[in-house]
C-alpha cells in the first residue's frame, strides 16, 4: 500500500486526492461489491460512474462487440450516435432534440458556458457558492474553491450565489434563493458584463442535496428568464433516473432548462458525457464556432451509452431508487431517535444521508466527526463520503441496483459506527 502511494505521488505528482485516511485498493467490482487487493470485500454506496452495477454484463457486452467491429473518430456517418440520440432525447421534455456528445461533464459545460454567450452575447454566469463542475480553465472558475490565482481573468465573470440550505435557512417555495439570483443579475449588470447563464445542479447533491419541494427552482428560472438569459442544469450528478420520482432531477424542480449536461453515469465508466439543448441553440451554436470531438460520441461510446439506457429501462431501476429512497429515510430517521448527532436526514431517491451537529440547538456542524465516521464505515467494509455547503453531510449514493438487503447492511453498519464514535469537535 505505502508503495502504491509513493508511486502515485511520484509519478503522478502531489495532491492527487483519494478517499480515506487509508486508501482502498480496488482491484475488480461486480453489481454493487468492490473487491481489494487482498479479496476483502465493499459495499459501493458511493459510486454513480458504475450506474447500473459494476462491470454490468449487457454494458460489457455492449463494448465489446462494438469494439470488436468499429470504433474511430466522429468524422464517419454512423448509426451509433443518431439512434442513441434519439433513445435520449425521448426521455426530455420538448423542445430539448438536440445533442452533442463529449467525453467528460466538464468538456459539456464548457460547450454550455460558450452557448450562453453566442445566445445573449454576453458572458456573465451566475453559480452557487459550493459546487463544482468541472475541470477546464473556463468551468473551473464556477467552483470558488477552485478558482486559481493565474486565471485568463475569466473570474471577474462569474457570480456565486449562496447554496440553499433547507436545514438552517428555510426557502420553502425558492423566493429567497430567485431573489438572490436576481441580485446577482443586477449586479453583472451594473458591472457592465451582462448576465448570460445560471448553472445549478438541480438537486444541489455537492451541497448537501437539500430537502426541496417540487417545482421549487421554478421562480429562480422565472428571473432568467425575465432578464434573457439561459438556465443550464448539470445533470452529472442528479440524471438517469437517481432522484427516483423523475428520470431528470430538472424534471422534478418543475422547469425546462434551455441546456442540460450529463456524464459520470452516462456509459457507466465508459467516458463519455454530453449535453442536450433546443434546436434554435444548437443552429447559433454551430453557426458561431467550430466544435469538433475527435472521441465525443464514437460508436463504443454510444454502444455503451445505448446499454446503459436499456438497462435503466427494461430493469425499471428509477423505480428501484424511488423504493430505496423511502426505506432509506425511515432507516435514517429511525437512527436519528437514537443519535443526537443527525441533525437533520435527507433524501432524494438514491441518494440519501443526513448532517452530523454537535449539538440540535445550535446546528454546529460535526464536520471532524463526519470525517471519523466515514473512514470507520471503510474499515467495516462500506464505501461512501460526506460533503456539503459544512463538509458534515453523510452523502451515500449507491449504483442504481442496490437493494433492501443492501440497505440493511449499510444502515446496521452505520449504526454500529455512531454507537463508536464519540461527538467531538
Ligand atoms: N458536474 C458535476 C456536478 C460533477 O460532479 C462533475 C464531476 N465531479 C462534473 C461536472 C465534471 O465531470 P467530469 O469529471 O466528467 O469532467
Known sequence: MADLIA?????????????????????????????????RRYLDCYNNVPHVGHCNPRVVQAICRQAATLNTHTRYLHEGI????????????????????????SEANDIALRMAEA????????ATDATYHGNTTLVSHLSKSNVPEVGFGLGQYVRHVEAPDSYRIPDPDGQRFAAKVQASIDDLDRDGIGFAALIVCPLFLNEGFPAQAEGWLRPAAEAVRRAGGLLICDEVQAGFGRCGSHFWGHQKQGVVPDIVTMGKPMGNGHPVAGLVTRPEIMARFRGSFRYFNTFGGNPVSCAAATAVLEELQEKDLQANAARIGRLAQERLSDLALRYEVIGDVRQSGMVFGAEFVLDRDSKAPAAAYADRA??????????????????NTLKIRPPMPFGEDHLDLLMTTLDAVLAETPVTA
Not at 12 to 32: A, K, M, Q, W
Not at 374 to 391: D, E, F, P, T
Open 82 to 105: 443518431l439512434d442513441y440520440v434519439e433513445r435520449l432525447t425521448a426521455t426530455y421534455d420538448d423542445p430539448l432534440k438536440t445533442a452533442i456528445l463529449t467525453c467528460t461533464g
Open 7 to 39: 508511486r502515485r505521488r511520484a509519478l503522478l505528482g502531489p495532491n492527487v486526492s483519494t478517499f480515506y485516511d487509508d486508501p482502498v485498493h480496488i482491484v475488480r467490482g461486480e453489481d454493487v461489491w468492490m473487491w481489494d487487493a487482498e479479496g
Open 119 to 126: 445566445m445573449t452575447g454576453k458572458r456573465g454566469i451566475i
Open 374 to 391: 466515514v473512514n470507520r464505515m471503510r474499515q467495516r467494509g462500506i464505501i461512501l463520503s460526506k460533503l456539503g455547503r459544512h463538509k
